[in-house]
C-alpha cells in the first residue's frame, strides 16, 4: 500500500505528563487501551505488516487493519478499517498515525487520520467527535489512572451520509 497518496485531514495534538514508554504502552495493548477506549481492546502485532485489530468489550471484531510504520516508541501507522459492511469499499482505508515527542517533563503526542479519497464532512463528523473524546480520556488514565465519563455515538449526520451510500451501520 502506497501511504503517501493519504491526505492527513484531521491532525490532533495533546501534551501529557507521561513518559514516551507509557504512551506507547497505552497506544499498543490490550490491556491498558480498555481504560480508555471505551473498553476496546487494541491488539498491536508488533512488526511492519502485522496486524493491528481492535475488539469491543465483548470481544467482537471492530476494526481491522495493518501495521505500516513500527518506531517504540516514537511513531506507529496503522490502516485503520471499521467493519460495517461496505464501509471499506466505498470510502476507503484510514491511516492513522500516532507520532511521540519527548517534550520537557512532557510527551507531545500527535495523531492524524488520512484518506486516500475525498470524503465529505458529514463522514468526517464520527473521527472528529469520537478522537477528541479517545485522546482526552487516554491523557486522562496516564496522568491520573482515571478514565473520563464520556458517552458517545456516531454523530447522526455521518450515520445519514453512510446509510445515504447505502453503507448499513449497526
Known amino acids: 500500500m502506497d501511504i503517501n497518496h493519504f491526505k492527513p485531514l484531521t491532525v490532533y495534538t495533546i501534551y501529557i505528563a507521561s513518559t514516551p514508554e507509557k504512551v506507547w504502552e497505552a497506544l499498543t495493548t490490550a490491556e491498558f487501551s480498555r481504560k480508555y477506549f471505551f473498553g476496546n481492546a487494541v491488539e498491536v502485532e508488533p512488526r511492519l505488516g502485522g496486524a493491528f485489530i481492535v475488539r469491543t468489550?465483548?470481544?467482537?471484531?471492530?476494526?481491522?487493519?495493518?501495521?505500516?510504520?513500527?518506531?517504540?516508541?516514537?511513531?506507529?501507522?496503522?490502516?485503520?478499517?471499521?467493519?460495517?459492511?461496505?464501509?471499506?469499499?466505498k470510502l476507503g482505508p484510514t491511516l492513522v498515525t500516532y507520532e511521540i515527542e519527548q517534550?520537557?517533563?512532557?510527551?507531545?503526542?500527535?495523531?492524524?487520520?488520512?484518506?486516500?479519497?475525498?470524503?465529505?464532512?458529514?463522514?468526517?463528523?464520527?473521527?472528529?467527535?469520537?478522537?477528541?473524546a479517545i485522546l482526552s480520556n487516554l491523557k486522562s488514565v496516564l496522568e491520573t489512572g482515571k478514565p473520563l465519563v464520556v458517552k458517545l455515538g456516531p454523530p447522526q449526520r455521518m450515520l445519514d451520509a453512510l446509510k445515504a451510500m447505502g453503507i448499513k451501520t449497526p
Open 57 to 89: 468489550p465483548d470481544g467482537a471484531l471492530h476494526i481491522s487493519g495493518e501495521v505500516l510504520a513500527y518506531d517504540p516508541p516514537r511513531k506507529l501507522s496503522v490502516t485503520f478499517n471499521v467493519n460495517w459492511p461496505d464501509l471499506i469499499e
Open 103 to 132: 517534550v520537557g517533563d512532557a510527551v507531545r503526542l500527535t495523531m492524524s487520520e488520512g484518506h486516500d479519497r475525498p470524503l465529505s464532512d458529514d463522514i468526517l463528523a464520527g473521527g472528529r467527535s469520537g478522537w477528541p
